[in-house]
């Protein structure tokens, strides 16, 4: 950083995109791998994400019992296929739809289209805790 008129130390960035996850990984809490909608996501205590809908009202606690990876102070858990025991806890926020995606489909030589859109459902949860009994 030589000639921008900065003096002090190099700043060393922390490598992005750990696991794929964006800022809100913290590297002292917990970390779980969680199945839910026959999707996998990485969570830690206090992370906002949106998953497959559940047909739960907004408000109720929700609890994840498919854990398939699991890491604490104590050390790394790894289940074959899921780590018995387990539990992430999570307080579902709001439910939603997703952005619009337009489908449109055209037959060249025939003059034939069809225009729709899906709108995909989603809820939005907040992980309060990671537990191991």
Known sequence: ?????????????????????????NLMANLAVIKTGGKQYIVTPGKKLKIEKLALKEGS???????????????????????????????????????????????????ESTKTGHRQPYSEVEITSIELK
Do not use: H, S
């Open 61 to 111: 606690d929700v609890v994840f019992e498919e854990i398939l990876l699991l890491e604490n102070d104590k050390g790394v858990e790894v289940g074959a296929p899921l780590v018995q025991g387990a539990k992430v806890k999570a307080k579902l926020l709001k439910q939603g739809k997703g952005k619009k995606v337009i489908i449109f489909k055209f037959k060249a030589k025939k003059r």
């Open 1 to 25: 950083m030589t000639g921008l008129g900065y003096t002090g130390p190099i700043p060393i960035l922390a490598p992005l995109g750990w696991y794929g996850v964006n800022k809100q990984y």
